[in-house]
Nanobody, 115 residues
C-alpha cells in the first residue's frame, strides 16, 4: 500500500526560504511532484521531477524554487527561496506508481508567507 508523508511547511516572512520534504513508501515511483492550492483557487502544479531527475517548474516559481530527488529513499525536496505572499497555499505531494500509473497524494502541508 502506497503511503506519502510530507513535512516542512510553516510560516515565513516574505523573502525567506523553506524546504518541503516528501517521502513515499510502498511502490516504485515514476514522476513525483509538488502541487499547491490557495484559498479560492484551483490546485496547480508547482514542480515535478521524473525518475531520471528531469525537473519541470511552474513559470511563477522558476529561478526561486528547486526540486530534487533521492531515488534510493523515494524522497523529493522542494527548496523554496525568495518567497512571496502569493506563494501562500497548502502544498501537496503527488507520487505516481511506476507499476500502476496511479497517483497518490499526501495530506498537504501549509505554507504561509507574511508580507
Amino acid at each position: 500500500q502506497v503511503h506519502v508523508e510530507e513535512s516542512g511547511g510553516g510560516l515565513v516572512q516574505a523573502g525567506g526560504s523553506l524546504t518541503l520534504s516528501c517521502a513515499a513508501f510502498g511502490s516504485l515511483f515514476g514522476t513525483m511532484a509538488w502541487h499547491r492550492q490557495a484559498p479560492g483557487k484551483q490546485r496547480e502544479l508547482v514542480a515535478a521531477i521524473s525518475r531520471n531527475g528531469a525537473p519541470n517548474y511552474h513559470d511563477s516559481v522558476k529561478g526561486r524554487f528547486l526540486i530534487s530527488r533521492d531515488n534510493d529513499k523515494d524522497t523529493i525536496l522542494l527548496f523554496m527561496d525568495s518567497l512571496k505572499p502569493e506563494d501562500t497555499a497548502v502544498y501537496y505531494c503527488e507520487v505516481r506508481s511506476a507499476f500502476t500509473g496511479l497517483s497518490h497524494w499526501g495530506q498537504g502541508t501549509q505554507v504561509t508567507v507574511s508580507s
